[in-house]
């Protein structure tokens, strides 16, 4: 499974900003696809997540601003982070990632098997 990762970039708080994150290759072994977020100094964290049948999970920074979504194409999955009014703390580098796990492990970054390679959002106040 590759992903690549596209719509990081610098955005005013209040504001809005779109990630994607194209999936290609053995996309029918995925069955969670997620955003985590690492900031400078700080650990990988999860933004939001999903599966396959809809079970979303969000950090709690995120829930009612952030919306994750999922397009399904022909062999590709792409996945989405709609940012709704981002706050300076949501600055980072965004990281996309995919695997066949359940929903019991979306918050569990060590569980994903593939990542892409990052998108930076920098949010401005």
């Known amino acids: 499974v590759q992903l690549q990762a596209s719509g990081g970039g610098l955005v005013q708080t209040g504001g809005s900003l779109r990630l994607s994150c194209l999936a290609s290759?053995?996309?029918?072994?995925?069955?969670?696809m997620g955003w985590y977020r690492q900031a400078p100094g700080r650990q990988r964290e999860l933004v939001a997540a999903l599966t396959t049948s809809g079970v979303t999970n969000y950090a709690n920074s995120a829930k009612g601003r952030f919306t994750i979504s999922r397009d399904i194409g022909n062999n590709t999955l792409t996945l989405h982070l709609q940012m709704s009014t981002p706050k300076p703390e949501d600055t980072g580098v965004y990281y996309c990632?995919?695997?066949?796990?359940?929903?019991?492990?979306?918050?569990?970054?060590?569980?994903?098997?593939?990542w892409g390679q990052g998108t930076l959002v920098t949010v401005s106040s």
């Open positions: 990632n995919a695997d066949s796990l359940d929903y019991r492990h979306l918050s569990i970054p060590a569980e994903y098997a593939y």
């Open positions: 290759g053995s996309v029918f072994s995925i069955n969670a």
